[in-house]
C-alpha cells in the first residue's frame, strides 16, 4: 500500500514518522485537497481534522486512544484517512454486520479513490455468515418434522450457490438474517470438519480468511473478535500477529459484545442443533448400525423438558441464578433435567464412538456430545468465582456464566501482548508498538469516559472528547412535559401515546419513539394504532417486522409525506436506540418514554452493582446514571443527523428536571434549546410543519 505522490511520507531524509503521517494527514482534509476535490459536499471541519491529527500521532508512534466524536464529526473518514495513509497493515472492527458492509463496500473504496491509493481489502465475518457447501449437501436430510416448509428456501439457496464467488449469505436477496435455515446451510466451531471436509478446498470460509491474509486492510466485528479470543478458532490467531494497526468502531458495544463470548453458555438451541444433525449423519452414514432416531430423540426431549421447567413464557427473561440453579425452579427437577441430559448426551457419546472411524462427520459429532456434556456438569456445579450466572428464557433456553467485563482480558490479552505478538519479520528491527484507536459517539459522560474505559481496561489510554459541530441551540429543542405522570404509573403510556400522537398528526408522521421496556413498546403502539386507523398515517411498530423493513417502510412513508401523503410513526426499543440514520425530513420528533436506566433486576446489573458497593462506592453514581447518561445519548443522536436538519427531542420523564441527578443527565444531552411548556411545544411543532401542508387538517380520514 503506497502513500499519494504528494505525500510528505515519501520525502527524502529522517523524517519524524509521527509528524509526516500528521502533515499528510492536514493536506488530505485541507480546503482543497483530495476529499474536497473528491465530494462537492466536503467542507473542513475543525473537530475532524483534530481526531484525525490524534489518529495519526498513535498509528505512527504506537499507543492506546479512546476517542469520543459527537455526531456530526465525520468520525469515520477522521479514522481511515491516517490508517490508510500510514501504509501499515490495518484490522477495522465495528459493532455490526450491516456496519461492516458499509466500510467495505462503501466507505473504504471511496476514501481509497480519493487518495488514489491501491488499498487491498477484504471482508471477514464469522462462520455463521458463510455457506458451508457440505452442510449444503446434507440440508434436506436433516429437515426435522416441523421444518420441512424450509425446503423451498434450501433450493433457492442450491440455485444461488452456484453462481456466489464469495458464499456471504448477506448477498442472497430475501433471505432474513434470522431465517431458521442458516443453521442448516452453515457451519459452527462444533461441527465444521476442517481439513477432513470433502469441500474443504471450496470452502468459503477459508477463502475469506486467506483474502484476510494477503489484505492491506481487513473489515472484522466486535463479535467475530471476541469471539477468537475466546476459542483462538475464527481465523483472527493468524491475522492479528501480522497487524500493526487496530480501530475499534462503535467502541461503546464492546464489553457487552466481549463478555457474550469470554463466559461459557449452554443453550436448547445449540442442543436441537446437535440432535438434528446426530440424525441426519446418523440415517446418512451408517443407517442400521445404531439406533440414531432413539439417541437423537433422547436429546431433543431432554433439551425439550430443560426448556418446560421454566414455564410457558416466550417473552425474553433474565432470571437469577441463586446459588445452585435460576430463581424460582424447583431443585429437584432442575437436578432431574440436567440428569437426564447429561445421560442423553452420554448415550449419544457412546454411539457415536462405535462408529468414528467410519467418517470425519461422527468424530466432529463425539467430539460436540463430549462438550455438552461437560457445560453440562459445569452447570450442575457453582459458578466460577468472579463471574455471574442467569437464564435467558424465551422460546428457547440460555444458561449463562459470564465475567462481570472485558477489562482483565482486554490488559492481558490485548495490550499486554502488542509488544510478543509482532509480526516476525519486524522483530528485529525498530518499529513501534501496536495501535489501538477506540472509538464511538458516545463513551461516558465525564472526561476520562469512565463508563467505557473502567470495564474495558482502558484507564491508561490517551482521551480525546470532540464535540459535534451542530448547531444545536438553532437545529434543535427540547421538550420535557410538566404535567406528564410519573413513568410507574399505569397511565404513562397512553400519556406518551398522547404526545407522540400530537406530533405525528401535526407533521404526518415523521416521529419516532423510544421505549425502555416492552410493555411500554406494545402500550403505546397500540394506542398509536388506534388514534390513527382509518387514516393515511402508518404505525409501524418494532417485532411486527424485520428492522430492515421497518426503516425502509419508515423512509418511504415519510418521503411521500412530504407531499400530503402517507406518513410514518414508528415505535421501537432496543437496537433502535442506536445505529439508525434518517437525516432530513424523513424524522423530526424523537419521544423517548422515560429516562434509560438499566434494568434492576438484571443478573448481569445486579451483581455489578454489588461490586461497586463492596468497594465503597455508589451503584447508583457510578453505574446507573453513567449508564442512562450514555443510552440518552445515543437515543438523543438519532433526531440531528446533518447540519441542515432541524427537530425536536422530547422525553416524557419529569425526573430529568425535578430530580438531582437531572443535571448530570441533561449536561451529557446536545446542547438543544429548552422548550417551558405545551404551548412552546406546539408552537415548535409548527414550525417543523412542511410549508405545503401549513394549511388545512393534517390527517385525513
Given at each position: 500500500?503506497?502513500?499519494?505522490?504528494?505525500?510528505?511520507?515519501?520525502?527524502?531524509?529522517?523524517?519524524?514518522?509521527?509528524?509526516?503521517?500528521?502533515?499528510?494527514?492536514?493536506?488530505?482534509?485541507?480546503?482543497?485537497?483530495?476529499?474536497?476535490?473528491?465530494?462537492?459536499?466536503?467542507?473542513?471541519?475543525?473537530?475532524?481534522?483534530?481526531?484525525?491529527?490524534?489518529?495519526?500521532?498513535?498509528?505512527?508512534?504506537?499507543?492506546?486512544?479512546?476517542?469520543?466524536?459527537?455526531?456530526?464529526?465525520?468520525?469515520?473518514?477522521?479514522?481511515?484517512?491516517?490508517?490508510?495513509?500510514?501504509?501499515?497493515?490495518?484490522?477495522?472492527?465495528?459493532?455490526?454486520?450491516?456496519?461492516?458492509?458499509?466500510?467495505?463496500?462503501?466507505?473504504?473504496?471511496?476514501?481509497?479513490?480519493?487518495?488514489?491509493?491501491?488499498?487491498?481489502?477484504?471482508?471477514?465475518?464469522?462462520?455463521?455468515?458463510?455457506?458451508?457447501?457440505?452442510?449444503?449437501?446434507?440440508?434436506?436430510?436433516?429437515?426435522?418434522?416441523?421444518?420441512?416448509?424450509?425446503?423451498?428456501?434450501?433450493?433457492?439457496?442450491?440455485?444461488?450457490?452456484?453462481?456466489?464467488?464469495?458464499?456471504?449469505?448477506?448477498?442472497?436477496?430475501?433471505?432474513?438474517?434470522?431465517?431458521?435455515?442458516?443453521?442448516?446451510?452453515?457451519?459452527?466451531?462444533?461441527?465444521?470438519?476442517?481439513?477432513?471436509?470433502?469441500?474443504?478446498?471450496?470452502?468459503?470460509?477459508?477463502?475469506?480468511?486467506?483474502?484476510?491474509?494477503?489484505?492491506?486492510?481487513?473489515?472484522?466485528?466486535?463479535?467475530?473478535?471476541?469471539?477468537?479470543?475466546?476459542?483462538?478458532?475464527?481465523?483472527?490467531?493468524?491475522?492479528?500477529?501480522?497487524?500493526?494497526?487496530?480501530?475499534?468502531?462503535?467502541?461503546?458495544?464492546?464489553?457487552?459484545?466481549?463478555?457474550?463470548?469470554?463466559?461459557?453458555?449452554?443453550?436448547?438451541?445449540?442442543?436441537?442443533?446437535?440432535?438434528?444433525?446426530?440424525?441426519?449423519?446418523?440415517?446418512?452414514?451408517?443407517?442400521?448400525?445404531?439406533?440414531?432416531?432413539?439417541?437423537?430423540?433422547?436429546?431433543?426431549?431432554?433439551?425439550?423438558?430443560?426448556?418446560?421447567?421454566?414455564?410457558?413464557?416466550?417473552?425474553?427473561?433474565?432470571?437469577?441464578?441463586?446459588?445452585?440453579?435460576?430463581?424460582?425452579?424447583?431443585?429437584?427437577?432442575?437436578?432431574?433435567?440436567?440428569?437426564?441430559?447429561?445421560?442423553?448426551?452420554?448415550?449419544?457419546?457412546?454411539?457415536?464412538?462405535?462408529?468414528?472411524?467410519?467418517?470425519?462427520?461422527?468424530?466432529?459429532?463425539?467430539?460436540?456430545?463430549?462438550?455438552?456434556?461437560?457445560?453440562?456438569?459445569?452447570?450442575?456445579?457453582?459458578?466460577?468465582?468472579?463471574?455471574?450466572?442467569?437464564?435467558?428464557?424465551?422460546?428457547?433456553?440460555?444458561?449463562?456464566?459470564?465475567?462481570?467485563?472485558?477489562?482483565?482480558?482486554?490488559?492481558?490479552?490485548?495490550?499486554?501482548?502488542?509488544?510478543?505478538?509482532?509480526?516476525?519479520?519486524?522483530?528485529?528491527?525498530?518499529?513501534?508498538?501496536?495501535?489501538?484507536?477506540?472509538?464511538?459517539?458516545?463513551?461516558?459522560?465525564?472526561?476520562?469516559?469512565?463508563?467505557?474505559?473502567?470495564?474495558?481496561?482502558?484507564?491508561?489510554?490517551?482521551?480525546?472528547?470532540?464535540?459535534?459541530?451542530?448547531?444545536?441551540?438553532?437545529?434543535?429543542?427540547?421538550?420535557?412535559?410538566?404535567?406528564?405522570v410519573k413513568p410507574n404509573d399505569p397511565a404513562h403510556g397512553a400519556q406518551v401515546a398522547r404526545i407522540a400522537g400530537d406530533a405525528v398528526e401535526r407533521l404526518r408522521g415523521r416521529t419516532l419513539v423510544l421505549t425502555t421496556t416492552l410493555r411500554a413498546l406494545r402500550t403505546i403502539g397500540e394506542k398509536l394504532s388506534e388514534r390513527f386507523k382509518g387514516t393515511h398515517v402508518e404505525v409501524l411498530v418494532q417485532g411486527e417486522l424485520p428492522k430492515r423493513v421497518l426503516m425502509d417502510r419508515f423512509r418511504a412513508a415519510n418521503s411521500a409525506s412530504s407531499s400530503g401523503q402517507g406518513g410514518a410513526v414508528l415505535v421501537a426499543s432496543a437496537s433502535f436506540w442506536e445505529g439508525v440514520d434518517l437525516p432530513g425530513d424523513t424524522l423530526q420528533v424523537v419521544v423517548i418514554d422515560k429516562l434509560p436506566f438499566p434494568p434492576p433486576g438484571d443478573p448481569l446489573v445486579e451483581a455489578r452493582c454489588r461490586r461497586i458497593e463492596a468497594e465503597g462506592r455508589s451503584a447508583f453514581a457510578d453505574y446507573s446514571i453513567p449508564e442512562a447518561a450514555v443510552a440518552l445519548k445515543q437515543g438523543a443522536g438519532r433526531l440531528i443527523r446533518r447540519e441542515t436538519d432541524t427537530g425536536m427531542l422530547v422525553i416524557c420523564d419529569t425526573r430529568l428536571t425535578s430530580m438531582g441527578y437531572g443535571k448530570r443527565l441533561l449536561a451529557a444531552l446536545p446542547p438543544?434549546?429548552?422548550?417551558?411548556?405545551?404551548?412552546?411545544?406546539?408552537?415548535?411543532?409548527?414550525?417543523?410543519?412542511?410549508?405545503?401542508?401549513?394549511?388545512?387538517?393534517?390527517?385525513?380520514?
Amino acid at each position: 500500500m503506497n502513500s499519494p505522490d504528494d505525500s510528505p511520507l515519501e520525502s527524502g531524509g529522517a523524517v519524524d514518522p509521527v509528524q509526516s503521517l500528521q502533515e499528510a494527514v492536514s493536506a488530505v482534509f485541507a480546503p482543497h485537497g483530495p476529499l474536497a476535490e473528491a465530494a462537492d459536499t466536503f467542507c473542513p471541519r475543525e473537530g475532524q481534522t483534530r481526531m484525525a491529527q490524534a489518529v495519526a500521532r498513535v498509528v505512527a508512534g504506537g499507543g492506546v486512544l479512546v476517542a469520543e466524536a459527537a455526531t456530526g464529526v465525520g468520525k469515520t473518514f477522521a479514522y481511515l484517512v491516517p490508517a490508510l495513509l500510514s501504509g501499515e497493515r490495518v484490522l477495522l472492527s465495528t459493532a455490526t454486520k450491516t456496519l461492516q458492509d458499509q466500510l467495505f463496500g462503501r466507505d473504504l473504496p471511496s476514501l481509497a479513490r480519493s487518495l488514489n491509493l491501491p488499498v487491498r481489502m477484504a471482508l471477514l465475518k464469522g462462520r455463521g455468515s458463510y455457506l458451508c457447501l457440505h452442510r449444503l449437501e446434507a440440508a434436506p436430510q436433516a429437515l426435522g418434522t416441523y421444518e420441512r416448509g424450509l425446503q423451498h428456501a434450501i433450493s433457492k439457496i442450491e440455485r444461488w450457490a452456484q453462481t456466489t464467488r464469495t458464499g456471504d449469505l448477506a448477498e442472497l436477496p430475501g433471505l432474513h438474517e434470522n431465517s431458521p435455515v442458516i443453521p442448516l446451510v452453515t457451519s459452527t466451531r462444533e461441527n465444521c470438519l476442517g481439513a477432513e471436509c470433502p469441500k474443504w478446498r471450496a470452502c468459503h470460509v477459508n477463502l475469506a480468511r486467506r483474502e484476510a491474509m494477503a489484505a492491506d486492510v481487513v473489515v472484522v466485528n466486535h463479535h467475530l473478535f471476541f469471539a477468537d479470543l475466546a476459542i483462538r478458532e475464527s481465523g483472527m490467531a493468524e491475522l492479528l500477529p501480522t497487524v500493526r494497526v487496530v480501530i475499534f468502531d462503535e467502541a461503546h458495544q464492546l464489553n457487552e459484545t466481549g463478555i457474550q463470548f469470554l463466559g461459557q453458555h449452554l443453550g436448547t438451541a445449540q442442543l436441537l442443533d446437535f440432535s438434528r444433525d446426530l440424525l441426519a449423519v446418523g440415517l446418512q452414514q451408517a443407517r442400521g448400525l445404531v439406533d440414531w432416531s432413539l439417541l437423537s430423540n433422547g436429546v431433543e426431549i431432554a433439551a425439550r423438558d430443560l426448556r418446560m421447567i421454566f414455564g410457558s413464557n416466550r417473552g425474553s427473561t433474565r432470571l437469577r441464578w441463586v446459588d445452585e440453579m435460576p430463581e424460582g425452579i424447583e431443585p429437584r427437577e432442575w437436578r432431574q433435567s440436567l440428569g437426564k441430559l447429561g445421560e442423553a448426551l452420554l448415550q449419544a457419546a457412546e454411539g457415536l464412538d462405535k462408529v468414528s472411524e467410519l467418517a470425519p462427520d461422527f468424530v466432529r459429532l463425539h467430539e460436540r456430545a463430549v462438550l455438552l456434556c461437560e457445560k453440562v456438569a459445569r452447570f450442575a456445579g457453582e459458578c466460577e468465582a468472579g463471574a455471574v450466572r442467569w437464564a435467558d428464557v424465551g422460546s428457547q433456553l440460555r444458561l449463562m456464566e459470564s465475567p462481570l467485563d472485558i477489562a482483565d482480558v482486554v490488559r492481558t490479552r490485548l495490550l499486554g501482548s502488542s509488544e510478543t505478538e509482532q509480526a516476525p519479520e519486524a522483530a528485529s528491527e525498530a518499529v513501534p508498538s501496536r495501535a489501538w484507536v477506540f472509538v464511538s459517539a458516545t463513551l461516558g459522560d465525564d472526561p476520562n469516559l469512565t463508563w467505557f474505559t473502567g470495564p474495558c481496561g482502558l484507564s491508561e489510554a490517551e482521551i480525546l472528547r470532540v464535540g459535534s459541530p451542530f448547531d444545536y441551540a438553532r437545529q434543535a429543542a427540547l421538550y420535557v412535559p410538566r404535567q406528564i405522570v410519573k413513568p410507574n404509573d399505569p397511565a404513562h403510556g397512553a400519556q406518551v401515546a398522547r404526545i407522540a400522537g400530537d406530533a405525528v398528526e401535526r407533521l404526518r408522521g415523521r416521529t419516532l419513539v423510544l421505549t425502555t421496556t416492552l410493555r411500554a413498546l406494545r402500550t403505546i403502539g397500540e394506542k398509536l394504532s388506534e388514534r390513527f386507523k382509518g387514516t393515511h398515517v402508518e404505525v409501524l411498530v418494532q417485532g411486527e417486522l424485520p428492522k430492515r423493513v421497518l426503516m425502509d417502510r419508515f423512509r418511504a412513508a415519510n418521503s411521500a409525506s412530504s407531499s400530503g401523503q402517507g406518513g410514518a410513526v414508528l415505535v421501537a426499543s432496543a437496537s433502535f436506540w442506536e445505529g439508525v440514520d434518517l437525516p432530513g425530513d424523513t424524522l423530526q420528533v424523537v419521544v423517548i418514554d422515560k429516562l434509560p436506566f438499566p434494568p434492576p433486576g438484571d443478573p448481569l446489573v445486579e451483581a455489578r452493582c454489588r461490586r461497586i458497593e463492596a468497594e465503597g462506592r455508589s451503584a447508583f453514581a457510578d453505574y446507573s446514571i453513567p449508564e442512562a447518561a450514555v443510552a440518552l445519548k445515543q437515543g438523543a443522536g438519532r433526531l440531528i443527523r446533518r447540519e441542515t436538519d432541524t427537530g425536536m427531542l422530547v422525553i416524557c420523564d419529569t425526573r430529568l428536571t425535578s430530580m438531582g441527578y437531572g443535571k448530570r443527565l441533561l449536561a451529557a444531552l446536545p446542547p438543544m434549546r429548552r422548550l417551558a411548556d405545551e404551548a412552546a411545544f406546539q408552537e415548535t411543532l409548527q414550525t417543523l410543519v412542511k410549508p405545503d401542508l401549513q394549511e388545512g387538517v393534517m390527517i385525513d380520514a
